[in-house]
């Protein structure tokens, strides 16, 4: 965290005119603290249900929560049909704009048709409740329709992001055993099409449980088409009743599956389920950002294959009848004034985006922001990382105007929903502290040994109380859920993997992660990931990776390895190569933005790789304490390979 511009004290009291008509007042905390579960099943009346819940929470066996007992709904229900019942049918969704800058105008009575035609559908081709369905797609509309379908009819599914490769699709798309795989010819990114069909025949072709693709047309790129397996949308789809009765599900019916990296190679199968989870990310959607649906234009700027997609593009803001922004493509492209021509366009009131996305646009420089009316924003959201003071002092004058709280975000694939954030209209805000617990959320700052710290110290941050969007397993690995999140300080309190500073007034500020973990661009990978990747390719014997601070996405990924006897010939050529062999392994947001060649790796006597010290040459620092090193002069050996620049 950058620590220049001594602006850090400096507090934004909440701006009059919003306070006075805040969704939630100050009132709320106390409110939440005085019942917990009371609270919760207020907000849960939010929802509509077809049968009441029993119990509002049962942890009578920790970690393993449910919420809402007995309770039934179906959420493509609530977030679409019942507010055509109400009346808002014409109520504008979704403001869809591709990339090449078509445009689509999304009701919520034509997003019912929609969804009810792709359910429709999915059941023609057999999927049944419970069943898993790969979505690999990239911002248009179907993917929407996609979703809430699985979700009308039971169906899990799992959304894999469009820049991921073909492997770890394949590798999602086995561990799920998904047997509908819905994608697309391609999307437009960069101001060309850009292809995804090939990865999903690729992908499928390693996998057995796959029984069809369903590909909708966007592109119109050329695709290779498996007789019998492969079905157009638009053919299956479109000729479907737009007529289908929701059933209810359990309130404990999984919802979703969405892959996270974690410590080791393989990436998690986080499984989120329906009841609890759609009633904390619709509080929180309302509370956080303060949403008016009759009002607002809302618009989360992240892909749908991320959880911030998941909440906060899909179910948050349909659970609450916002009208959303949903944009295809990067904020470059044809110009780097795209995004605020989008605002002034549909009138954006809320935006939400990551701080590597707002360093970026400092980049760019202000002059580029300056030249839209961006008067209509009125509270703007972050999320992904901590955003650092002189991003949140940026983002609050040039895209703000100076008038617009910034709630910074705290949460995880994991948590689902907001967990750490202040309230617009409520909190005097404090530019790069996330600052209080979400109501309703128990956050703590605890040491090694799970002993909570006063104000003014550091170290890790755990959450204390079972919340409603929390995940319930990691999908089809019951123990791994238990040892990564709840074994550290035993099986009620969850590890979330991040360390965090309590300041004098008891504020919370996040550290960034205390494992293996990398943050780039607001993108959680895996430093293990990485280095099965390059220890893959033929040339690599050995590889060590760590997140080196970057000025614009956060992390950058610094990779180290040693190379097989046979290819000592360790040319730009072959860096490249290496580079370009992740990117393809795992997706383009893996990619390494340096890999350095080393005779040896820094070890532990027990054999562990000391990344510190990596992490230490990469960001270009004074080494730390090498004593623990097998052989210190490694490091000398290191440093002397360097390029005089790194
Ligand atoms: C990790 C979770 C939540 C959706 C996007 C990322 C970091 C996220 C913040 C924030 C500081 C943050 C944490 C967390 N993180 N938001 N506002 N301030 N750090 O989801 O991929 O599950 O990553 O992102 O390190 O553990 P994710």
Known sequence: ??????????????????????????????????????????????????????????????????????????????????????????????????????????????LQDDVCRAANALLELGVQAGDRVAIYMPMIPEAVVAMLA????????????????????????????????????????????????????????????????????????????????????????????????????????????????????????????????????????????????????????????????????????????????????????PHRGRWFEIIEKYKVTIMYTAPTVIRTFMKWGEDIPAKFDLSSLRVLGSVGEPINPEAWLWYHEHIGGGRCPIVDTWWQTETGAHMINPLPGVTDLKPGSAQTPFPGISAKVVDDEGNELGDDSTGLLVLTEPWPSMLRTIWGDDDRYVDTYWSRFGKEVYFAGDGAKKDDDGDIWLLGRVDDVM???????????????????????????VGASDPTTGQGIVAFVILRGAAEDSGDELVQQLRNHVAKDIGPIAKPRQIMVVQELPKTRSGKIMRRLLRDIAENRELGDVTTLTDSSVMNLIKDKLPASS
């Open 519 to 545: 943050n780039v661009s607001g993108h959680r990978i895996s430093t293990t990931e990485v280095e099965s990747s390059l220890v893959a390719h033929p040339t690599v014997a050995e590889a060590a990776v």
């Open 150 to 333: 699985c979700a009308r009819i039971g169906a899990v599914h799992m959304v894999v992001f469009g820049g991921f490769s073909a492997d770890a699709l394949a590798s999602r798309i086995t561990d799920s055993g998904a047997v509908l795989v819905i994608t697309s010819d391609g999307g437009y990114r960069r101001g060309a099409p850009s292809a995804l069909k090939p990865a999903v025949d690729d992908a499928v072709g390693r996998t057995d449980s796959v029984r069809n693709v369903l590909v909708v047309r966007r592109t119109q790129q050329d695709v290779e088409w498996t007789e019998g397996r492969d079905l157009w949308w638009h053919d299956v789809v479109d000729r479907q009743s737009a007529e289908h009765t929701p059933e209810a599900f359990d309130a404990e019916h999984p919802l979703y599956i969405m892959y996270t990296s974690g410590t080791t190679a393989s990436p998690k199968g986080i499984l989120h389920t329906s009841g609890g989870y759609l009633t904390q990310v619709a509080y929180s959607h309302w509370a956080s950002f303060d949403l008016k649906p009759d009002d607002d234009v809302f618009w989360t700027s992240a892909d749908i294959g991320w959880v911030t997609g998941h909440s906060y593009i899909v179910y948050g803001p349909l659970a609450n009848r916002a009208t959303s922004i949903m944009y295809e493509g990067t904020p470059e492209t």
């Open 1 to 110: 965290m950058s620590e220049s511009t001594g602006q850090e004290g400096r507090r934004f009291p909440a701006p009059e005119q919003l306070a006075a008509h805040a969704n939630v007042g100050p009132d709320v905390y106390a409110q939440a603290e005085s019942d917990r579960l009371a609270f919760w099943e207020t907000q849960a009346r939010r929802l509509t249900w077809s049968q009441e819940w029993d119990q509002v929470l049962d942890w009578s066996n920790p970690p393993f929560a449910k919420w809402f007992v007995g309770g039934k709904l179906n959420v493509a229900y609530n977030c679409v049909d019942r507010h055509v019942e109400d009346g808002h049918g014409e109520q504008v969704a979704y403001h869809w704009e591709g990339e090449p800058g078509d445009t689509r105008t999304i009701t919520y009575a034509q």
